[in-house]
């Protein structure tokens, strides 16, 4: 028979998964708004996070209730206070992508630096690694939150090739590209900030999946996070 | 009678302000290296910085543990989630000490862009609201958490009076600085970074206090967060 707290923490998976999907569209069109150098859209970005504000408060609210109502144990108060965790992580990673938006208007008018460098291809990693980072909470599935883990050092790898290039081969060379190259760094940083939030997530999976395996299984205790 | 609960939930105080103080003391030495360029004290906070994650961990964990333990409501539910949340504020901004500390090693052998601009000045700040936002959570004081929140426009302004310095002062006029002056703004949008997560501290204690208030008085209700 299924308790009902089951049926209630399955609301909770849905709502992080709503969360996760405007946080994954709000990343996706902050980068479109850069390449297209589209200030619509870059606008429509920051409109849109106060509905994740919003969102990410009721979470909240919801579980301390589910914690006060069903006095959860063991694993369901461990599921329950990761989805916390999660939830804000989502709202913050939101947050950075309004900071993309909010460069982009910044250099929308300018010029572009011509091939944006490796600014999509971060893009495309962090929006990846958003995606496993909710797959594995929801399914808790620990080989794909360490997928995640290991997926940082290609955003790392690229953040740093970026930020190489902007600096020595633009700003270095050609001083008066340094007012747009920085913004670029800095939106190259943002996306790596992204990275590193998923990689939070990962490591709470990591953590909750663990201590509830090592809490019936001591002997199955890896070197935890 | 003190309740047992009250005597874990002072502990629950006191680790906050311990991991609160092994911050501010990271925040600070990090800035003390840059300013003096001293590699040793940068290496320190970067080696540092694994007992704060340790003891973040430990605080987390004894958070659950309260929770299966007391199954406690309402006020004392809310304190020990917005303790799990500040927990992991300050071990975030820790780990932008961290940051800082690499930076001033990447410049510590070149020669000093000459004034540091305001970075000295937005530390002092940044220090400031961690000191008070700690303060407004084991205090309960919503007047100092809006201090906090107040405090915020100032070191945004100084973030973005150091940027426009170090573009349009070195960057743009002398492209050699470029490298040097990129580190710089790195480290005035951490410091800055840090700033933030101090209002999402004060923020978490507004909530925390309001909602207990709103539960007995609902006509009091602010604005909420």
């Known amino acids: 028979m299924e308790r009902h707290v089951d049926q209630e923490l399955g609301e909770l998976n849905k709502d992080i998964l709503k969360i996760g999907a405007l946080t994954e569209e709000a990343i996706y069109k902050s980068v479109e708004?850069?390449?297209n150098r589209d200030k619509e859209m870059a606008k429509n970005v920051i409109d849109n996070d106060t509905n994740i504000d919003k969102l990410e408060l009721d979470?909240?609210?919801k579980c301390i209730d589910l914690i006060a109502r069903y006095q959860p144990m063991a694993k369901d108060l461990r599921l329950i206070t990761t989805g916390m965790k999660i939830n804000s992580e989502l709202e913050?990673?939101?947050?950075?992508?309004v900071d993309i938006a909010q460069r982009t208007l910044e250099i929308a008018d300018k010029p572009l630096l011509k091939p944006l460098v490796d600014i999509p291809k971060?893009?495309?990693?962090?929006?990846?690694?958003v995606k496993m980072a909710i797959d594995a909470f929801v399914k808790g599935d620990i080989v794909l939150a360490k997928k995640v883990l290991?997926?940082?050092?290609?955003?790392?790898q690229l953040r740093n090739e970026i930020q190489?290039?902007?600096?020595e081969d633009y700003m270095a060379k050609d001083s008066s590209t340094a007012p747009r190259a920085v913004q670029l760094l800095l939106i190259a940083r943002f996306l790596e900030r992204i990275c590193d939030h998923t990689t939070n997530i990962a490591e709470d999976v990591i953590y909750m999946v663990q201590a509830e395996v090592v809490r019936h299984h001591p002997e199955k205790l890896k070197n935890g996070r």
Chains 1, 2 share one sequence.
């Open 33 to 35: 708004a850069l390449k």
């Open 59 to 61: 979470v909240d609210e």
């Open 92 to 97: 913050r990673i939101a947050d950075i992508a």
């Open 122 to 129: 971060l893009a495309t990693v962090a929006q990846n690694m």
């Open 150 to 156: 290991s997926s940082d050092s290609e955003a790392d």
């Open 164 to 167: 190489r290039e902007l600096v």
